[in-house]
């Protein structure tokens, strides 16, 4: 087994916070191995908690549809991964100590994915990865530098879902993305919208 399957199996038995006890699944994640983006959400809910997958419930649809206009898929260039693995009950935010617990799991995904760019998907990817103060409202759409890699913060799509006005300033964060991955990565990459 290489690490990278040895990290999904530790975290696939993982009781290092009290999650473990009311999840039905840890969702540890899913995408292409090595994928030059990564996305972070918050953590599993529902659909996610009984399926083992993250992002399948509405936001994930609404994900996959942002994400497939921009010529992203998640099998050959983007994983999606989370701050916690396993949900909180009733869809709590993540406690702070469950944050932490949780945290090495996704900083060694980051270093065996090898990402160039990260987008935070929301408050509490933002808060938990870079700075428990930083607001989304405020850095969202700019680019940030994490351990030499580029961030694009932007709202989480469950906000697109509750206020229809973040949709566009959501797009042109992830207009950004397309252009920096055809700068950094693929120069021809193709989608159909921009
Ligand atoms: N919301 C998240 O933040 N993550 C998921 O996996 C699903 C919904
Ligand atoms: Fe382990 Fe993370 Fe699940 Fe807590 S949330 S039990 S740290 S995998």
Redesign the pocket.
């Known amino acids: 087994m290489d690490e990278f399957e040895l990290l999904k199996q530790e975290?696939k038995n993982?009781?290092?916070?009290?999650?473990?006890r009311t999840?039905t699944n840890?969702v540890f994640g899913e995408g292409f191995r090595n994928a030059e983006i990564m996305c972070i959400g918050e953590?599993p809910g529902y659909y996610e908690d009984q399926q083992g997958c993250p992002f399948v419930g509405k936001s994930g649809q609404l994900l996959d549809k942002i994400l497939n206009v921009c010529g992203f898929t998640r099998s050959e260039h983007v994983f999606i991964g989370n701050i916690?693995?396993?949900r909180p009950p009733n869809n709590r935010d993540p406690l702070p100590e469950?944050r932490e617990?949780?945290l090495p799991?996704l900083y060694k995904q980051i270093e065996l994915i090898n990402p160039k760019i990260i987008i935070l998907l929301g408050a509490t990817a933002l808060k938990g990865l870079i700075d428990p103060n930083a607001r989304i409202t405020k850095v969202r759409g700019e680019w940030m530098q994490w351990n030499n890699r580029l961030v694009m913060p932007t709202f989480h799509p469950s906000a697109l879902l509750r206020n229809e006005k973040l949709k566009k300033p959501a797009w042109e964060d992830f207009k950004k993305v397309v252009s920096k991955y055809r700068e950094i990565v693929n120069k021809d990459h193709f989608s159909e919208h921009c």
């Open positions: 975290v993982c009781t290092k916070c009290d999650l473990c999840r840890v953590g916690v693995k396993c469950e617990a949780c799991y």
